[in-house]
C-alpha cells in the first residue's frame, strides 16, 4: 500500500519586517524573490515586508487559496529598560501639503481638453 503524503503550501505575512526568518521557511523578502519563487515548490514560504505582503494576500485571494495563510505578524510592542511595555506614539493627524516644485502657469484661452 502506497502512503499518501501530504504536502502543502503556506505562507507567514511579516509586514513589519522586525521578525527573524526561521531558516527551514523559503524566505521572499524582494519583489524579483516573489516573482521568482512564490508558491513554486511545497513549504513554509516566510514574507517581509508590508508590500509584498499586500501583493501576496491579493494573489492569494484572487487564485482562491487564503487559506494558505497560517499568520499575519504584528508590531511587537515596545518595552523599556525595566521590562514594561511604553506608549505607544500616536500618529499624527496633521495632513501636511507637498511643497510645489514648479510655478504653475495658467493661460487665458487655453483648454487642455483640446490637447488629449
Not at 512564490?38 to 487564503?66: M, P, S
Not at 510645489?100 to 481638453?113: A, H, R, S
Amino acid at each position: 500500500m502506497i502512503e499518501e503524503t501530504t504536502n502543502e503550501k503556506s505562507v507567514i505575512l511579516d509586514p513589519t519586517g522586525h521578525y527573524e526568518i526561521p531558516q527551514d521557511h523559503i524566505a521572499i523578502t524582494t519583489e524579483v524573490d516573489w516573482i521568482k519563487s512564490f508558491f513554486i515548490t511545497e513549504g513554509q514560504y516566510w514574507i517581509k515586508g508590508e508590500r509584498l505582503c499586500n501583493w501576496t494576500k491579493e494573489w492569494l485571494r484572487v487564485w482562491n487559496k487564503t487559506k494558505a495563510i497560517k499568520e499575519i505578524k504584528q508590531e511587537y510592542p515596545a518595552v523599556n529598560g525595566e521590562g514594561e511595555l511604553e506608549d505607544s506614539p500616536k500618529p499624527s493627524t496633521e495632513i501636511k501639503q507637498p511643497e510645489p516644485t514648479k510655478k504653475l502657469v495658467f493661460i487665458e484661452g487655453f483648454n487642455i481638453d483640446d490637447l488629449l
